[in-house]
T-cell receptor, first 117, second 113 residues
Framework: DGGITQSPKYLFRKEGQNVTLSCEQN?????MYWYRQDPGQGLRLIYY???????QKGDIAEGYSVSREKKESFPLTVTSAQKNPTAFYLC????????????????FGQGTRLTVV | AQSVTQPDIHITVSEGASLELRCNYS??????LFWYVQSPGQGLQLLLK??????LVQGIKGFEAEFKRSQSSFNLRKPSVHWSDAAEYFC???????????FGAGTRLFVKA
């Protein structure tokens, strides 16, 4: 079955450590996104990528980094510079990220809950 | 500025009763509108979407939504709620490409027996 796989489902990080969240999709989608979800705040865009080897900052990119070396993969690194990293992280993809596309529907992974201990 | 407002943080309805979740948006152009549902600890699943045409949109799980341009609203409805509908619901508005999609803060639905 096609879909988006995020791993791990739960992740614990010590303060000062970098951690990487995995996101893989087999939907052949061009665009991929990372969102952060906090209670009562909806989803906030961290980074997005419309094509391999290219990505753009979203609304809350500080303290995060990404790479897009393969179409299928869009890992997110939460660095020690992120002051409040405890949150639920969602990865999504869509068929096209540009133009007047009707393929703006996003497909989501199951999320990774990151906790700083 | 582009925004999405879901006025109700949480709603409680009895099983079998009708449901309406409110969504108001502010967007400079013709929007793409979406409703997603999220079960606890899970990702988001698309319920329905509106791009153009008929302003009453049918979705999965018996949900529907009506786009009212004059009121800048896209309310979600279901005639008879089931206990399995208990979840958080997100309204979203977007233009070209998913990366410009803006999500509301969500409405948590509780269903009582």
């Amino acid at each position: 079955d096609g879909g988006i796989t995020q791993s791990p489902k739960y992740l614990f990080r010590k303060e000062g450590q970098n951690v990487t969240l995995s996101c893989e999709q087999n939907l052949n989608h061009d665009a991929m996104y990372w969102y952060r979800q906090d209670p009562g705040q909806g989803l906030r865009l961290i980074y997005y990528s419309q094509i391999v080897n290219d990505f753009q900052k979203g609304d809350i990119a500080e303290g995060y980094s990404v790479s897009r070396e393969k179409k299928e993969s869009f890992p997110l690194t939460v660095t020690s510079a992120q002051k409040n990293p405890t949150a639920f992280y969602l990865c999504a993809s869509s068929r096209e990220g540009t133009g007047g596309s009707r393929n703006a529907e996003a497909f989501f992974g199951q999320g990774t809950r990151l906790t700083v201990v | 500025a582009q925004s999405v407002t879901q006025p109700d943080i949480h709603i409680t309805v009895s099983e079998g009763a009708s449901l309406e979740l409110r969504c108001n948006y502010s967007y400079g152009a013709t929007p793409y509108l979406f409703w997603y549902v999220q079960s606890p600890g899970q990702g988001l699943q698309l319920l329905l979407k509106y791009f153009s045409g008929d302003t009453l949109v049918q979705g999965i799980k018996g949900f529907e939504a009506e786009f009212k341009r004059s009121q800048s609203s896209f309310n979600l409805r279901k005639p008879s709620v089931h206990w399995s509908d208990a979840a958080e619901y997100f309204c979203a508005v977007g233009g070209f490409g998913g990366f410009k999609t803006i999500f509301g803060a969500g409405t948590r639905l509780f269903v009582k027996a």
